[in-house]
């Protein structure tokens, strides 16, 4: 097989414990791989006044793929306060560098896969009817538009005039105009047409390909009416195309208390940036927790593969580390997946299958643990005897 050139990202806190036990997985399973590392985080924040930098949007650009650990990231005030002091007065405003890496380079489809390994003792489990205990078998995949509404990053606090006499042409502004403008912040819910198709398209082609019934849009277009309308108008376009699959479409809010009732009924949702950050969350805590939760962030060319948990601080220091490598390398599978390493794909989840039902290698997390360095003592795998076994299980 010919060596692959595949940008790494470790990052900050645990995203440079992780990242490299992904790696070992994936050379073990038989992935050959030319690893070019590139720096992002708060590190480069700090010392350069861009946690991103230009080489490393370089590098991405020429190699097209890249896998990426954590960063952190702090509100306004405290990335203001941490920037090296030559640079303060310079205007250096912190922006959370993954969201730049989605806006540069367009990669505007999400997909967060929430599926439950079985055997693994943090599986959602209910109440049965009979009072027993009944886990449902949770297989859900979340398609997040990823790069407009919420998190387009369009707002102001004390908006100039431009954009208050903009505000002040719609009749519900009524209400805001006696505030005070310093007293005032506007965050702005932005969604296009193209995108919200895309991302429908997407999602239900990757229904029928992968078997599953239905799609769900969760959304709140019975409130926020304009966006949210857009993004059913779409789906219910691009169902037409696949009258074999189902179109739901839920609130946010309720699909949130339906979420422990019935998770078993929903295959794909799709959803804009914000609310597919939220439902995917609450999915993936019904399959492991964010341990165990993947990501792939997907543009036209580019495509870059994260999990969805942080950099967790607390945890970074500890010798032997403790944190779950899973959610990591399963990111590391869906790049494989994306680069049509299927083959390789499907042994390292299934090696990942085969430890998590075998039981006797299980993360502080999957004990249900307090983390911290007693958990070893208390039978707790680290992070480096998870990998162990994984390789092993290939």
Known sequence: MATRSVVVMPGDGIGKVVLPEAVR?????????????AGIGWEHWVEQGNPLPEETVELIAEHKVALFGAITSKPKDK?????RAELRDEGHVYFSPIVGLRQHFDLDVSIRPCIAFPGNPLNFIRRAADGGVDE??????????????????????NPPDVVWDALDTHPKFAAFRDVPRPDLAVSTRIFTRAKCRRICKQAFAYAALHGYRSVTVCEK???????????????????EAYPQIQLWDTNIDAQMMWLTKNPEDYGVIVAGNMFGDI???GFAGLVGGLGFA?????????????????SAPKYAGLD?????????????????????????AERVRGAVAAVVVGGAVRTYDMLKLRGGPEA?????????????????AL
């Open 376 to 392: 070893v003592a208390q039978g707790a795998a680290t992070t480096t005897q998870m990998t162990d076994a994984i390789v092993e």
């Open 221 to 239: 277009p019975n409130v926020i009416r304009e966006t949210s309308g857009m993004m059913l108008d779409e789906a219910r376009a691009v169902h």
């Open 279 to 281: 439902i995917s969350d």
């Open 79 to 83: 990335a203001a306060a941490e920037i």
């Open 136 to 157: 449902p078998r949770v297989n859900t995949v979340i398609f997040r538009q990823n790069t407009e509404g919420l998190y387009g990053g369009v707002e102001w606090t």
């Open 320 to 344: 032997p580390s403790i944190v779950n490598p899973i959610a990591m390398i399963l990111s590391a599978v869906m790049m494989l997946d994306w680069l049509g390493e299927t083959e390789i």
């Open 25 to 37: 997985v994936l050379e073990a399973a038989g992935f050959s791989a030319e690893w070019i590392e």
């Open 294 to 310: 993947a990501s792939a962030n997907i543009g036209r060319e580019v495509g870059v593969f994260e999990p969805t948990h942080g």
